[in-house]
C-alpha cells in the first residue's frame, strides 16, 4: 500500500483499528418532546465534560494552540442560538432530538462553509467535529476509544479528528495510517510534532487491515506493508535502529550553542512555509527563522490573503518564536509559482521575468497589506524584513520607500508597530552579489540565496534534465561570489546568512564557516545535524581552506579541497 | 432596557479572537443581549450568529441590553469595543 509519507521514520508493530461507526439517524415523530429536551441537555452536559478533560490534556501535552480548538468547541455547545433552534424544532416539528441536531447543524456547517475566509471555513469543521460528539452521546454509539490502547500499536484510521488525537495516549502509539488526508491535515501535522511516523491518504485499501495485524510503515516514503516476511521485518528493524542511533546522538546537541572548536559562534536558524513549521523549528532547536517563505500564504486558494489574515500568521510565528530573530521575505510569487487569482502575463522566461520584488513593486496595493500586517506583528518578536530578487539599487530604494510610507501611514492611524525592524535583502541575482559592496551600505543584513544565485550565475535552467550536470553548486564562479557578499557585507558591519540548499549542505558547511558566513538557515530537520558538524570545525584553518578554494579553477578541484578537510 | 452605539475600531472587527472575547463577556451577564445592525438582531451570547454576521472595522453596532444587570453588561461590552480588544491599535 502506497499513501503520503507525512511525518518521517519507521515503525514496525500491531495495529489498532479505529473506525467511527456511521451514526444513522432513523426519522420518527415523537410524542413526548420534554423527555426529548432532557436528552438533548445531557447529550450536551455531557460533551462538554468529555470536551473540558480533553482540553485540559491537550493543553498539557501538546500545547496552548491545539487547545483552542476545544475552547472553541465548547462555545459551540454553549451556544444559545444553536441550542433554541433545535428546540424549536423538536417542539414544532416533533422530530428526535437527533434529526433536530443534525438538521440545524448543517445549515450552520454549510453557511461557514461558503464564506471565503479561511478562518470561517474552519470554524465549518468544528461544528461537525462537535455535532458527532453530542450524537454519539445521544445514540451511545459504541465508539472505539483511542483512550484505552493498551501496549505499543499503530493506529489505523480513516482520519483522526483533534479530538481523536488530543484522547489518545501517545506514549503507546508508535505508528499512524490514516485513509484520508494530505501532508498538511491535522493528523500528519500532530504526527510529525510527536515525530510519530505515519502515513497518510492511503485509501480504501486500508480497510484490509484488521486489529492485531503486523505491519511495517515508512514514513518517508509514505509505504506500509501489511503482515511483512520474517526478512522484510528484519530490513526495516536495521534501518530503524540505525535511524534512532543518529537520532539520539543528534538529540544531545539540543540546547547548545552553535559553535566552532575555536570559539567562533553561528547562528543555525531554520525556512519555513507555513505557522504550523514553527513546531519542527522549536523541535530542532532552531534559534531562529532565516527564511519565513509567505507565498504559501497566498497559494491554493481563490483571493489574495487580507491584511487580517496575514497579520494572524505573522504575529503567531514572531509570537511562538519568542523573541528569537524571524526573517520574513516579501512575497516570491511568478516565475515556476503562480496564483490563479492573479492573472499575469505569459512570458517567455518567467524566471528572468516579472517576479518577487518586481511583481510587488508593479502591484502596490498587494505590496502594502502585506508591509502593512508586517509591520502591525512586529510588536509580538523580533521581525527582521527581507526583499527577494533586488536586482539594483533603485528597486532597493523604491521598496524601502514604500516600506516607509506604511510605516507613516500606520503612525497617522496610531496603530502600533516596532522601530527595531532590520531590513535587508536577498542576493540571488548576480548584479546584486557584484553590487554587494554597494547595497552593504542600504541594508542591515544579506541573505544568500544559492538556488537562484547558482542558476543566474552559471545560466542554467534547474529544471532542464539535459544539463543538470552544469547546475553545480561547487562551482568556484558560485563560491567566488558568495565569500565577495561575506566580507562586503562584513565590511559594512552588516551580519551575513545564507537561505538556500547549500547551507545545509555537510560538505560545503565548513568552507562556509571558514568564509565567516553568519547565519545558516535550512530545514528544520538538518539544525542539529549542522550543529554537530560545525561543532567539530576549527575555524582558523577553514579560513585557509576558503582561500584555497577561490583558486581553484573547476569544480571538481573544489571538491578535492573540500574532501581534504571532510577526512577528519 | 438600554442601548449604546458603538463604532467597530479594531482590524478584524468582531471575527476570530475578538468575536470569542465578546461572546464570552456577553455570556458573563444574566441580561439579554442583542447586537443591532443595518436594522437586523443578532443574540450576543452566540459565537455562530455573531460570526455568521460578518461585522468588520468600521461598521457602526448598537449593543441592546435588558434585564437586572443591563448597565453593567453594556458598559463592559462598550470598553472591550472601544479598547479595541486589547489588540494594541492606539499608540
Known amino acids: ?568 | 432596557m438600554i442601548n449604546v452605539d458603538v463604532v467597530l475600531k479594531n482590524e478584524s472587527g468582531l471575527h476570530a479572537r475578538p468575536a470569542s472575547q465578546f461572546v464570552q463577556e456577553a455570556s458573563k451577564y444574566k441580561s439579554d443581549i442583542t447586537i443591532v445592525k443595518d436594522q437586523n438582531r443578532y443574540n450576543a451570547k452566540s459565537i455562530i450568529t455573531i460570526l455568521s454576521m460578518g461585522a468588520g472595522k468600521g461598521d457602526r453596532l448598537m449593543i441592546e441590553a435588558s434585564g437586572e444587570d443591563e448597565k453593567k453588561a453594556v458598559e463592559a461590552l462598550q470598553a472591550l469595543v472601544d479598547n479595541c480588544f486589547d489588540e494594541g491599535v492606539a499608540l
Open chain 1, 1 to 568: 500500500m502506497i499513501g503520503i509519507g507525512a511525518s518521517p521514520g519507521i515503525a514496525i508493530g500491531t495495529t489498532f483499528v479505529k473506525r467511527n461507526p456511521d451514526i444513522e439517524i432513523k426519522k420518527k415523530k415523537i410524542i413526548h418532546a420534554d423527555e426529548e429536551i432532557i436528552r438533548l441537555k445531557d447529550a450536551l452536559l455531557k460533551s462538554k465534560e468529555e470536551i473540558r478533560l480533553i482540553l485540559k490534556k491537550a493543553a498539557d501535552e501538546i500545547g496552548n494552540e491545539e487547545a483552542k480548538v476545544f475552547e472553541a468547541h465548547l462555545m459551540i455547545l454553549d451556544d444559545p442560538e444553536m441550542y433554541g433552534q433545535i428546540e424549536n424544532k423538536i417542539r414544532g416539528a416533533k422530530v428526535s432530538t437527533e434529526e433536530a441536531l443534525e438538521e440545524v447543524s448543517k445549515t450552520y456547517i454549510g453557511l461557514f462553509e461558503n464564506m471565503d475566509n479561511l478562518y470561517m471555513r474552519e470554524r465549518a469543521a468544528d461544528i461537525k467535529d462537535v455535532t458527532k460528539r453530542v450524537l454519539r452521546n445521544l445514540t451511545g454509539a459504541d465508539t472505539v476509544s483511542l483512550a484505552d490502547i493498551k501496549g505499543q500499536v499503530i493506529i489505523v484510521a480513516d482520519e483522526l479528528t483533534p479530538s481523536d488525537t488530543a484522547q489518545m495516549d501517545k506514549t503507546r502509539v508508535i505508528g499512524i495510517i490514516t485513509e484520508l488526508g494530505g501532508k498538511t491535515s491535522h493528523s500528519s501535522i500532530m504526527a510529525r510534532t510527536l515525530e510519530i511516523p505515519a502515513v497518510v491518504g492511503a485509501g480504501k485499501e486500508i480497510e484490509h487491515i484488521k486489529s492485531g495485524d503486523t505491519v511495517i510503515i515508512d514514513g518517508d516514503k509514505g509505504t506500509v506493508i501489511l503482515n511483512p516476511e520474517e526478512a522484510l521485518i528484519k530490513k526495516y528493524t536495521a534501518k530503524k535502529e540505525a535511524c534512532q542511533q543518529l537520532k539520539k546522538k543528534l538529540k544531545s546537541f539540543i540546547g547548545k550553542d552553535t559553535i566552532t572548536k575555536d570559539g567562533i559562534k553561528v547562528e543555525l536558524a531554520a525556512n519555513i512555509g507555513t505557522p504550523e513549521d514553527v513546531d519542527g523549528v522549536l523541535k530542532n532547536d532552531g534559534e531562529g527563522i532565516g527564511l519565513y517563505r509567505t507565498e504559501f500564504l497566498y497559494m491554493d486558494r481563490d483571493t489574495f490573503p487580507t491584511e487580517e489574515e496575514q497579520f494572524i500568521a505573522y504575529k503567531s510565528v514572531l509570537e511562538r518564536m519568542g523573541g528569537k530573530p524571524v526573517v520574513v521575505r516579501t512575497l516570491d510569487i511568478g516565475g515556476d509559482k503562480i496564483l490563479p487569482y492573479l492573472a499575469l502575463p505569459e512570458e517567455m522566461n518567467p524566471f528572468l521575468g516579472l517576479r518577487a520584488i518586481r511583481l510587488c513593486l508593479n502591484n502596490k496595493e498587494i505590496f502594502k497589506t502585506q508591509l502593512r500586517a508586517l509591520l502591525r506583528a512586529s510588536i509580538y518578536g523580533n521581525l527582521k524584513i527581507m526583499f527577494p530578487m533586488i536586482s539594483s539599487v533603485e528597486e532597493l530604494r523604491e521598496a524601502k520607500k514604500i516600506l516607509e510610507k506604511v510605516r507613516q501611514e500606520l503612525k497617522n492611524e496610531g496603530i502600533r508597530y516596532s522601530f527595531k525592524i532590520e531590513i535587508g535583502m536577498m542576493i540571488e541575482v548576480p548584479a546584486a552579489a557584484i553590487l554587494s559592496e554597494i547595497f552593504a551600505k542600504e541594508v542591515d543584513f544579506f541573505s544568500i540565496g544559492t538556488n537562484d544565485l547558482l542558476q543566474y550565475t552559471v545560466a542554467v535552467d534547474r529544471g532542464n534534465k539535459e544539463i543538470a550536470n552544469l547546475y553545480n553548486p561547487f562551482h568556484p564562479a558560485l563560491l567566488r561570489l558568495i565569500k565577495n557578499v561575506i566580507e562586503n557585507g562584513h565590511k559594512e558591519g552588516i551580519w551575513v546568512g545564507m537561505c538556500g540548499e547549500i547551507a545545509g549542505d555537510p560538505r560545503l558547511i565548513p568552507v562556509l564557516v571558514g568564509m565567516g558566513l553568519d547565519e545558516f538557515s535550512m530545514s528544520p530537520i538538518s539544525i542539529l545535524n549542522t550543529r554537530f558538524i560545525i561543532s567539530n570545525l576549527i575555524k582558523k584553518e577553514l579560513e585557509k581552506k576558503s582561500q584555497e578554494i577561490i583558486n581553484c579553477s573547476t569544480a571538481e578541484e573544489v571538491c578535492e579541497v573540500l574532501d581534504s578537510i571532510c577526512v577528519k
